[in-house]
């Protein structure tokens, strides 16, 4: 911190000057959120300074509301005819993906390392996607057409299988390592048990507070009371989140999935355009914010390791979602670009390793603490990678498919 | 993580909530803010303790914020090119039933208490009135003459003057009370007594005013009305910021900024602002009073059931013969002379505004008498609109009446 220059000034200058990053890069042909996450790391922890990690700690609240709103967003524009016509061809591209990022990344780390934990716990961080990036580029260009809508399914939903893949897998390193250093290697059932637990929770608790607001938001009037219970909804669903340990993404996004699909199309629509406006500003924030969270200095530590994790987590991910496609019979728009917009991987991947490195330093023998630290270094760089790559490649999607307005198809 | 979870979870169920208690309490002919003013009772220190007070201060980021959201769309009620249009002897009645009711309720509160800075508060928010009880009879009975004309013009214009005076007699009472806990009167000149405040206002006035600026030009140039939230929220976070910083007032440089803002920007803009912000104001009127109910504590209520009596008298006095000697100057006719000041008595939605204001700034004021203070006006204000909702519209009928200009055919 350069001074006592109050947080709120910083934020506020840092809104007004983003608007016009943004603005610089969306004529360079990127995705604005770019300019928002660059202006982020120019003022944070890797540039200026002036906002420290104390401040960024007491904003973190603000990250969980956009996150909140960008998983309600992802529910609300899944309704079942859509996921029904998508139908099967969703289901394989979502495991498609996440088991070839998995796999891929699993045998290529691997090879070049031959630890076998390791690589279990990097697959297992391989599929978590970060749907934010996706949804903001949707909602910038305003595409339209069945790649979006897939687009919204699959990133929505994998978060899903990304928790229970982690689950296993984990569980698998942790039971390895334990039996390595000959330690008790209890509780096997209750680290699988966990991830389903959790993933059943979220779906479960999403849908029952969703039934209760959707209740509620049909019968309220008048409807400029509307952004008010929403935002007591999503503040409420992220405070039950955090306090069990859910899936903040899948349970608001279940809250807009049950609305969607429990009332009237106008009424979702006046709902979603209400959202709409105020979507920019969480969205300048959010990127804002993920940015000053860079530490730019972790990207020397990407290594060789580092490459070889994103080669084949790119690989895995878009081999899948390709796969996946040609399976389930999907159009060939989604098969060829479907792949390009879920490479994003932030908040909740950095989360994951949090989690492993914690999960390791309960072990305490060498080798895990090592992993565990390898772990947490090697994501947080890629992060900054991929937090770049992920929504620049989902524009290229998106375009390539036509499903920009005001651009020609161009694929041929 | 604990903390994390009490902030979200119940900022999101006192919002929720506080919008059905809103409507609950509106069912039996209250305002809605008693509503969520009686849920955050309920919910706050006096009863279930629920929302402890350290939860209420982890939020004052929020809090900040959203007052300065309220400051900027009262300030930008200011239009001149509105208040220009007023007669003569309009804006003569405006100016003295607007500053007697400052006068007298300043005066009746100060021989109550004994306490200046209370009593300059009270003052300045008892001008507000709020046009639209009384508009509402005048439509309802079809009144037709010159005094239904002044009454419309006159409440629905006064809060022009309203705020002008109390963001100088809020920030007079807010430098008192600065100057009082900032310890020591030693080497504490007369001079300097005065010159800081004024300095201090005149700061407020320049940094609201090169913001507004600033906005206005930024605003004009944006592409798409989406970037407006962002602009908005950017322009009054760096207000807020500042004023945190240099001591300055938060209420007076936001409302210069809408003060600007209004009068430097067309009207259609100027429409679309306001109607993009309008959806935040339901959330933050349900939070504001949710935690101004949190706060009270039942044993005040005696205390301000006194000082609301004199309030209501004092007020209705000053309006009333305010009215009357803004009349006999510009040589109004003689029923409006008589019966106009009946019909200014409403309270509502800017005194409420501006109590919230008062309730948000002067808690930050360190010292134990600039807290009792924000809660006794802001509790104070609420209780006593309701009395003012009750006699306002009926005070307005017998004033119309009394001055023939209800038509007999209507009088059933």
């Given at each position: 911190?350069?001074?006592?220059?109050?947080?709120?000034?910083?934020?506020?200058?840092?809104?007004?000057?983003?608007?016009?990053?943004?603005?610089?890069?969306?004529?360079?042909?990127?995705?604005?959120?770019?300019?928002?996450?660059?202006?982020?790391?120019?003022?944070?922890?890797?540039?200026?300074?002036?906002?420290?990690?104390?401040?960024?700690?007491?904003?973190?609240?603000?990250?969980?509301?956009?996150?909140?709103?960008?998983?309600?967003?992802?529910?609300?524009?899944?309704?079942?005819?859509?996921?029904?016509?998508?139908?099967?061809?969703?289901?394989?591209?979502?495991?498609?993906?996440?088991?070839?990022?998995?796999?891929?990344?699993?045998?290529?780390?691997?090879?070049?390392?031959?630890?076998?934990?390791?690589?279990?716990?990097?697959?297992?961080?391989?599929?978590?996607?970060?749907?934010?990036?996706?949804?903001?580029?949707?909602?910038?260009?305003?595409?339209?057409?069945?790649?979006?809508?897939?687009?919204?399914?699959?990133?929505?939903?994998?978060?899903?299988?990304?928790?229970?893949?982690?689950?296993?897998?984990?569980?698998?390193?942790?039971?390895?390592?334990?039996?390595?250093?000959?330690?008790?290697?209890?509780?096997?059932?209750?680290?699988?048990?966990?991830?389903?637990?959790?993933?059943?929770?979220?779906?479960?608790?999403?849908?029952?507070?969703?039934?209760?607001?959707?209740?509620?938001?049909?019968?309220?009037?008048?409807?400029?009371?509307?952004?008010?219970?929403?935002?007591?909804?999503?503040?409420?669903?992220?405070?039950?989140?955090?306090?069990?340990?859910?899936?903040?993404?899948?349970?608001?996004?279940?809250?807009?999935?049950?609305?969607?699909?429990?009332?009237?199309?106008?009424?979702?629509?006046?709902?979603?355009?209400?959202?709409?406006?105020?979507?920019?500003?969480?969205?300048?924030?959010?990127?804002?914010?993920?940015?000053?969270?860079?530490?730019?200095?972790?990207?020397?530590?990407?290594?060789?390791?580092?490459?070889?994790?994103?080669?084949?987590?790119?690989?895995?991910?878009?081999?899948?979602?390709?796969?996946?496609?040609?399976?389930?019979?999907?159009?060939?728009?989604?098969?060829?670009?479907?792949?390009?917009?879920?490479?994003?991987?932030?908040?909740?991947?950095?989360?994951?390793?949090?989690?492993?490195?914690?999960?390791?330093?309960?072990?305490?023998?060498?080798?895990?603490?090592?992993?565990?630290?390898?772990?947490?270094?090697?994501?947080?760089?890629?992060?900054?990678?991929?937090?770049?790559?992920?929504?620049?490649?989902?524009?290229?999607?998106?375009?390539?498919?036509?499903?920009?307005?005001?651009?020609?198809?161009?694929?041929? | 993580?604990?903390?994390?979870?009490?902030?979200?979870?119940?900022?999101?169920?006192?919002?929720?909530?506080?919008?059905?208690?809103?409507?609950?309490?509106?069912?039996?002919?209250?305002?809605?803010?008693?509503?969520?003013?009686?849920?955050?009772?309920?919910?706050?220190?006096?009863?279930?303790?629920?929302?402890?007070?350290?939860?209420?201060?982890?939020?004052?980021?929020?809090?900040?914020?959203?007052?300065?959201?309220?400051?900027?769309?009262i300030g930008?009620e200011l239009s001149i090119r509105v208040l220009s249009k007023l007669g003569r002897s309009i804006a003569l009645i405006i100016f003295f039933e607007s500053f007697l009711a400052l006068i007298m309720v300043t005066?009746?509160?100060?021989?109550?208490?004994?306490?200046?800075?209370?009593?300059?508060?009270?003052g300045s928010l008892a001008p507000a009135t709020a046009p639209a009880g009384t508009i509402?009879?005048i439509?309802?009975?079809?009144?037709?003459?010159n005094l239904s004309k002044a009454l419309y013009a006159v409440a629905g214009f006064d809060d022009g003057v309203a705020i002008i005076l109390f963001g100088f007699t809020?920030?007079?009472?807010?430098?008192?009370?600065?100057?009082?806990?900032?310890?020591?009167?030693?080497?504490?000149?007369?001079?300097?007594?005065?010159?800081?405040?004024?300095?201090?206002?005149?700061?407020?006035?320049?940094?609201?005013?090169?913001?507004?600026?600033?906005?206005?030009?930024?605003?004009?140039?944006?592409?798409?009305?989406?970037?407006?939230?962002?602009?908005?929220?950017?322009?009054?976070?760096?207000?807020?910021?500042?004023?945190?910083?240099?001591?300055?007032?938060?209420?007076?440089?936001?409302m210069?900024?809408?003060f600007?803002?209004i009068n430097?920007?067309?009207?259609?803009?100027?429409?679309?602002?306001?109607?993009?912000?309008?959806?935040?104001?339901?959330?933050?009127?349900?939070?504001?009073?949710?935690?101004?109910?949190?706060?009270?504590?039942?044993?005040?209520?005696?205390?301000?059931?006194?000082?609301?009596?004199?309030?209501?008298?004092?007020r209705s006095a000053g309006k009333i013969s305010g009215a009357r000697l803004g009349a006999v100057m510009g040589k109004a006719d003689?029923k409006i002379r008589n019966y106009l000041g009946l019909g200014l008595l409403s309270q509502a939605g800017v005194a409420?505004?501006l109590?919230?204001?008062?309730?948000?700034?002067?808690?930050?004021?360190?010292?134990?008498?600039?807290?009792?203070?924000?809660?006794?006006?802001?509790?104070?204000?609420?209780?006593?609109?309701?009395?003012f909702?009750?006699?306002g519209?009926?005070m307005t009928?017998?004033a119309?009446?009394?001055?023939?200009?209800?038509?007999?055919?209507?009088?059933?």
């Amino acid at each position: 911190m350069i001074s006592g220059i109050p947080i709120l000034a910083v934020l506020g200058v840092s809104t007004v000057i983003a608007i016009y990053f943004g603005k610089t890069a969306r004529k360079t042909g990127l995705p604005s959120l770019i300019g928002y996450m660059i202006l982020g790391t120019l003022m944070g922890t890797s540039g200026l300074s002036l906002i420290n990690k104390i401040s960024l700690n007491q904003l973190q609240f603000i990250t969980d509301i956009a996150l909140g709103y960008v998983a309600f967003t992802i529910g609300s524009e899944l309704n079942l005819k859509t996921l029904k016509r998508l139908g099967k061809g969703i289901i394989l591209i979502i495991l498609a993906e996440s088991i070839g990022a998995f796999i891929l990344v699993g045998v290529a780390v691997y090879l070049l390392t031959g630890d076998m934990p390791m690589s279990l716990v990097f697959g297992a961080l391989a599929p978590a996607s970060a749907p934010a990036g996706t949804v903001a580029v949707i909602q910038e260009y305003k595409t339209k057409g069945n790649l979006t809508k897939a687009l919204y399914a699959v990133v929505g939903f994998d978060d899903g299988l990304a928790v229970i893949i982690f689950g296993f897998a984990a569980a698998l390193a942790v039971r390895m390592l334990n039996a390595e250093s000959s330690a008790v290697s209890g509780g096997m059932l209750s680290t699988i048990m966990e991830p389903l637990l959790e993933l059943g929770l979220s779906l479960g608790a999403g849908a029952v507070i969703g039934f209760i607001f959707a209740a509620l938001a049909r019968k309220l009037r008048p409807l400029n009371e509307l952004p008010a219970l929403i935002f007591g909804f999503i503040a409420m669903t992220i405070g039950i989140c955090i306090w069990f340990n859910l899936s903040l993404i899948l349970t608001n996004m279940m809250l807009g999935f049950v609305l969607a699909n429990t009332t009237s199309p106008t009424s979702v629509r006046t709902i979603e355009s209400q959202l709409k406006g105020y979507m920019p500003l969480l969205f300048i924030l959010f990127f804002f914010l993920a940015g000053a969270h860079l530490e730019i200095s972790a990207l020397p530590a990407l290594g060789i390791l580092g490459i070889v994790y994103m080669i084949a987590r790119t690989a895995g991910l878009m081999g899948g979602a390709w796969l996946g496609a040609v399976m389930g019979k999907s159009e060939s728009k989604i098969r060829k670009y479907l792949g390009f917009g879920i490479l994003s991987q932030a908040g909740v991947a950095i989360g994951l390793s949090l989690m492993v490195q914690q999960m390791f330093l309960e072990i305490g023998s060498d080798h895990s603490l090592a992993i565990g630290a390898i772990i947490i270094t090697t994501i947080t760089a890629t992060s900054i990678i991929f937090e770049i790559i992920g929504p620049v490649s989902a524009k290229y999607g998106l375009s390539k498919a036509g499903e920009i307005p005001g651009k020609k198809r161009n694929d041929v | 993580m604990n903390f994390e979870f009490t902030t979200l979870f119940l900022v999101g169920i006192a919002v929720s909530f506080g919008l059905y208690s809103g409507k609950a309490v509106k069912k039996i002919g209250l305002p809605s803010l008693i509503g969520y003013m009686i849920l955050g009772t309920i919910m706050g220190t006096s009863a279930l303790e629920i929302f402890p007070l350290e939860t209420v201060h982890g939020l004052s980021f929020i809090t900040d914020i959203a007052l300065g959201f309220v400051a900027f769309s009262i300030g930008m009620e200011l239009s001149i090119r509105v208040l220009s249009k007023l007669g003569r002897s309009i804006a003569l009645i405006i100016f003295f039933e607007s500053f007697l009711a400052l006068i007298m309720v300043t005066t009746g509160i100060y021989l109550l208490t004994g306490d200046l800075p209370l009593a300059l508060i009270f003052g300045s928010l008892a001008p507000a009135t709020a046009p639209a009880g009384t508009i509402a009879v005048i439509q309802e009975l079809k009144a037709r003459g010159n005094l239904s004309k002044a009454l419309y013009a006159v409440a629905g214009f006064d809060d022009g003057v309203a705020i002008i005076l109390f963001g100088f007699t809020a920030s007079y009472a807010r430098l008192l009370l600065s100057s009082e806990s900032s310890g020591s009167t030693a080497g504490f000149s007369l001079l300097a007594g005065t010159g800081k405040p004024l300095l201090e206002i005149f700061l407020s006035l320049v940094a609201g005013a090169l913001l507004g600026f600033i906005y206005t030009w930024l605003v004009k140039k944006l592409q798409s009305q989406n970037e407006i939230p962002a602009l908005t929220f950017g322009i009054i976070a760096i207000g807020t910021g500042l004023a945190a910083q240099f001591h300055l007032s938060m209420i007076l440089v936001n409302m210069t900024v809408g003060f600007i803002v209004i009068n430097r920007t067309k009207i259609g803009l100027s429409h679309t602002i306001t109607a993009r912000l309008k959806p935040l104001m339901p959330i933050l009127f349900i939070l504001f009073f949710f935690l101004a109910g949190a706060h009270l504590e039942i044993s005040m209520l005696p205390e301000i059931g006194t000082i609301g009596m004199v309030y209501i008298l004092a007020r209705s006095a000053g309006k009333i013969s305010g009215a009357r000697l803004g009349a006999v100057m510009g040589k109004a006719d003689r029923k409006i002379r008589n019966y106009l000041g009946l019909g200014l008595l409403s309270q509502a939605g800017v005194a409420i505004g501006l109590s919230l204001l008062v309730f948000q700034e002067f808690q930050q004021i360190p010292g134990d008498h600039s807290a009792a203070i924000a809660y006794s006006a802001v509790t104070t204000i609420a209780a006593t609109t309701i009395i003012f909702e009750l006699i306002g519209p009926v005070m307005t009928k017998y004033a119309l009446k009394k001055a023939g200009e209800i038509p007999e055919e209507q009088g059933s």
